[in-house]
Each structure stands twice: as structure tokens, then as C-alpha cells.
């Protein structure tokens, strides 16, 4: 799970040469949830039913139309590997968010900590990216992007545990991820359309092969291991991906696509993550 996730920062960038983004996320979660919900359906597994896709489309909608929209636009402008870091501080929205809520967990004295230690180590990442100059303006808008991003995963997930109207017994989650997936990928045709993005839809060999990785391993492959791994190991330990992800892409941009890499860079990272630790900690 953490390899394949990990590797999809690199893989988006790589698309982006030639895709638009909002369209590639459409194109990428249409037919991937698509082939997810077919191979389910071939094995004789219960698929949502009409009454649960508004549920779903609300719930796809902030997971995939927010939440890998705003990094598919983010990574125009940012680097693949600091995008992945940006996007590691989804547990600080998440807490934020519910603690704003209705019978949401209050926020504590170290999860406050947290909060301002993550914030910390992101002024630390992109401040001195940001100038006056176009550049500088491109860079910050993938930023705010990223951090949309977190937000639209954060509410998504809110959602998500209050809605509740499927018992966690019954509730097949491959098969919750295939319509996400899909009501997402239709949110953000919509948007590709809208911003009028289709006109401008070319492919490469380089690109076609990159979108190809992202629907079969970065969504099919990636989602099942996600679901087995949650099947089959503490959710604490699953969560450590968010801490492994950011490394191998900052690895692969750095390796791959020559993305800049400095101490500045690693110490920044750190702090994010000591941050997310903190909020995390019970």
C-alpha cells in the first residue's frame, strides 16, 4: 500500500505533461472504480444499492473530487515530493474539523501543540518559495490546493463516521471505494468541463503509461491493499503511511524528476511529521 501510494505523487506529476488535471482525475477514479465495481460484481459481492449513492456521491465528492483534485492541481506548481508533506497534514484538519463540530473530540493541550508544531514545519517548507513574482504566486496556489485537498478528506471523513448508516460488519469496503470512486471521477469531469480542459487533451506514450499506473495500481491495487491491510492489522498501523508516503516521494522526485532537495527540506518535513505525531497521540 505504502509503495503504491507512495510512487503516485511521481505518477501524477508525470501525467500532468500532457493531461489536464482536473480531467485526468476524472478519466483516472471513472474507470477505476468502474473496473473495481466489475470485478466485485463478477465475483458475486453485494454492491451498493440506489438508496446508498447520494451517500456515496457526497462522500466521493469530498474524498476524491476535493481530496485528489486539489493535489492533481497542486502538483502543477509544486513539486511532487513537498506535496506529498503538504498533504501528510490531513490529521491536522481532520482534528480541527471535528473539534468544531457537534459532539466533536475536544481538541487538548497537546493536540494543540501538534497543531501549531505541523504549522510550524510548513512555513518552514514553503515560505521561501514564496515571492512577489508569478512564479511565487503559482507556487502558493498549489499550496492553498494541497491544503484544500486535506480539507475536502477531512469533512469527507467527518462525514463519513457520522453518516454511519451501514454497520461496519455489513459494509463491504471494496466495494464503497468502487462508487466513490466513480461518483469523484464524475465531480471532476464536471469540473474539466467546466474549466473547459477538454479541448486541450493530449497523450504520450510517457503520460498514457503514467495514467495507466494510476487507475490499476494507484487506485484498483492501491484500495485493496488498503482494505486488506485494514482487514488485517491494527488502524494505528495502518496509519503510518501517511509518514511513509512522503518519503519514497520525495525519493522519486528527487531521483526521477531532479525536484530540489535541500536540509531546509528535511528538517521542515520533520517538524511536519513530529506534529502530526502529537495530534495523532491519544
Known sequence: MCLVWGTTYLAIRIALESIPPL??????YVIAGSMLAAILAARGERLPGPREWPYLAVLGT?????GNGGVVWAEQTVPSGLTAVLVATSPFWMTGIDAMLPHGERLT???TIGLVV????????VWPEIHVDARGRGFLGGVIAAQIACIGWAIGSSYSRRRGHVSAK???VLAT???EMFFGGAALFIAATVHRELGALT???RTAAALAYLIAFGAVV???AYAYALKHLRVATVSLYAYINPVIAVLLGTLLLHEPFSARMIVGASVVFAGVALVKAR
Open 23 to 28: 480531467l485526468m482525475g476524472g478519466i483516472r
Open 62 to 66: 469530498l474524498l476524491i473530487g476535493f
Open 109 to 111: 493541550l497537546g493536540r
Open 118 to 125: 505541523g504549522f510550524c514545519g510548513i512555513v518552514m517548507l
Open 170 to 172: 455489513d459494509e463491504n
Open 177 to 179: 471505494a468502487a462508487f
Open 203 to 205: 497523450f504520450t506514450p
Open 222 to 224: 492501491g484500495f485493496a
